[in-house]
């Protein structure tokens, strides 16, 4: 039976029900200023708790406060982590088809709580009103997938029979004549993981990295993004919904506070089995060599990033790559590591592709993105303007600028900017860095080998897209592109958009470690495993 995605916009506009996906969607958003601004506390082993010192939270979109929250310390994140091992026994011990019960009424109560929720996620970091509600219909996808695939493989224990003989030696080898022999090979969970979560999905992922961990039988401390890129509220509901779903108070426990702190505790403490992260290559791989540094062996499941070419062949639909490409490179302002931030065109149709692309993206309009007509928002934070000012000024002086590249005065906080076209040789540095913002870089080829050759030569392998009406070209693609997740002629978007229980969203090279991603038939079992039990008869 073919998986069933949420896609709610979708199903609105299908049944010509855009007008009440809008009413739904405003009135949320007039019902959630009424719930923001306040002090939030931290939640250990379902108890509230509080610090010293705040951290405040304003929205990008024009400053106005979202909440005052805890600045956690080392000693709260130790705190969480007994609270998860204490805990942890009698979850992992809890028969799977009760957790799967579990995650499967949060499935529910996130779908009837799915405006509320999308709303506090567009004022938390300027998300779309399209983008916010796709990335809870993406939860609800991960919670329901995950429960699906702990059902088809019955809890991943798989039994088997070894056939005996009655006859016998003296001495026992390898081979030697046995008696029946039962064989149960089980799936166990490791432990407490730490799961630290990205601004940019702050509710998919999230929910995605938890659930992942949860189901299997792990216990969970969860950190939203804290420091310059928050995004603690939304991390605050998903707390609320799995209480409410009937986790148990310790399973998963909710903590604020910079990484520097909070972070590297939960990143190197001794009673930490595994760290789930998302966010830059620098500092997963910084969690990652200082603990085997200390000796000490934990499972790291990491998403780090991506610099995502596509490839505009000669044989392309114009049309369809500009749409795609454009999409893929601007919304949500860049913020995604798997947005488009390189292209690479055939030079025989540079100038055409360039002129389409221009006219896509200038009719991409900036602006609150709370109201409907705009599809580009503001960046997350001022750090984050500061890195594009940089950004433009280095394109200035190293690439040709076709396009963009001014501060946009439509937010009280200066946050909104132009998206950014650029030409660039491919041995410039703009080209082989994530930059995390609205900027696309052009460079040309002549053949399709330097093509795929020029989107291979980077430190990152998480997704990439081709836009081409010949066969062959397809299938070289295919078989040489060396990046996890890839795409041919998508409309929709050129490298972003992975649908879960369809795609399998997984980065190679730089861009992760295990090669085994969200959304598959295989990401469940990093959070586990195997012991071999065997009775002889």
């Not at 949320?28 to 306040?38: F, H, K, P, Q, S």
């Not at 990008?60 to 005052?68: A, E, K, N, Q, V």
């Not at 221009?358 to 109201?371: A, F, H, N, S, V």
């Amino acid at each position: 039976m073919a998986f069933k995605n949420e896609f709610t916009y979708r199903n609105f506009l299908e049944q010509g029900r855009e007008a009440e996906f809008d009413r739904l969607f405003d009135e949320a958003v007039a019902e959630a200023r009424n719930n923001v601004g306040l002090e939030f506390s931290m939640f250990i082993n379902g108890k509230e708790v509080y610090s010293n010192e705040k951290i405040i939270e304003l929205s990008p979109i024009d400053g106005f406060l979202m909440g005052r929250f805890q600045k956690g310390t080392k000693d709260n994140a130790a705190e969480a982590v007994n609270a998860a091992m204490s805990s942890f026994n009698e979850w992992s011990a809890m028969p799977y088809a009760e957790r799967v019960g579990i995650f499967r009424k949060a499935a529910l109560l996130l779908s009837q709580r799915k405006f509320s929720i999308g709303a506090i996620l567009s004022m938390e970091n300027g998300k779309t009103r399209y983008e916010s509600i796709g990335e809870v219909d993406e939860a609800i996808d991960f919670l329901n997938y995950y429960c699906d695939e702990m059902e088809r493989n019955r809890g991943f224990i798989r039994r088997s029979k070894l056939p005996g003989t009655t006859s016998r030696v003296d001495a026992g080898f390898q081979g030697a004549p046995e008696g029946e022999e039962r064989i149960t090979i089980a799936m166990k969970p490791y432990g407490v993981f730490a799961v630290i979560a990205p601004f940019n999905f702050p509710v998919s992922i999230s929910t995605g990295m938890s659930v992942g961990a949860m189901i299997t039988g792990n216990t969970v401390v969860f950190k939203p993004s804290s420091t310059d890129n928050m995004s603690m509220l939304t991390g605050l509901l998903l707390y609320r919904l799995f209480k409410d779903a009937g986790v148990p108070d310790g399973v998963f426990n909710y903590i604020t506070g910079p990484g520097s702190e909070v972070g590297a505790e939960l990143s190197s403490n001794i009673n930490v089995s595994g760290v789930v992260f998302t966010g830059s290559r620098a500092t997963g791989m910084s969690m990652i060599s200082k603990s085997y540094s200390e000796g000490k062996q934990r499972v790291f499941v990491v998403e780090m990033g991506g610099k995502n070419p596509a490839i505009v062949s000669k044989y392309a639909d114009l049309d369809a790559a500009a749409e795609g490409i454009a999409s893929a490179a601007f919304g949500f302002s860049g913020q995604k590591c798997s947005a488009c931030s390189r292209v690479y065109v055939h030079e025989s149709v540079k100038e055409e592709f360039i002129g389409k692309l221009l006219e896509r993206t200038k009719r991409m309009k900036i602006g609150d993105p709370l109201k409907k007509e705009n599809f580009i928002g503001p960046l997350i934070s001022s750090k984050a303007l500061d890195r594009y000012t940089s950004a433009v000024e280095e394109i200035k002086r190293s690439c040709r600028l076709i396009f963009g590249g001014n501060i946009v005065e439509s937010g009280k906080r200066g946050l909104y900017v132009e998206p950014v076209v650029a030409e660039a040789d491919h041995s410039n540095e703009l080209m082989h860095k994530e930059l995390f913002l609205p900027v696309l870089l052009l460079d040309t080829y002549y053949k399709f080998d330097e093509a795929i050759a020029k989107a291979n030569d980077s430190e990152y392998g998480l997704t990439a897209g081709l836009y081409s009406r010949k066969r062959p070209e397809i299938k070289q693609f295919f078989n040489k592109i060396n990046i996890g997740v890839v795409y041919v002629n998508r409309l929709e978007s050129a490298t972003t958009g992975a649908i879960i229980g369809a795609h399998t969203f997984v980065g190679w090279k730089g861009s992760g470690i295990t090669g085994k991603g969200t959304g598959s038939r295989n990401y469940l079992q990093q959070f586990m495993r195997e012991q071999s039990q065997s009775v002889s008869r």
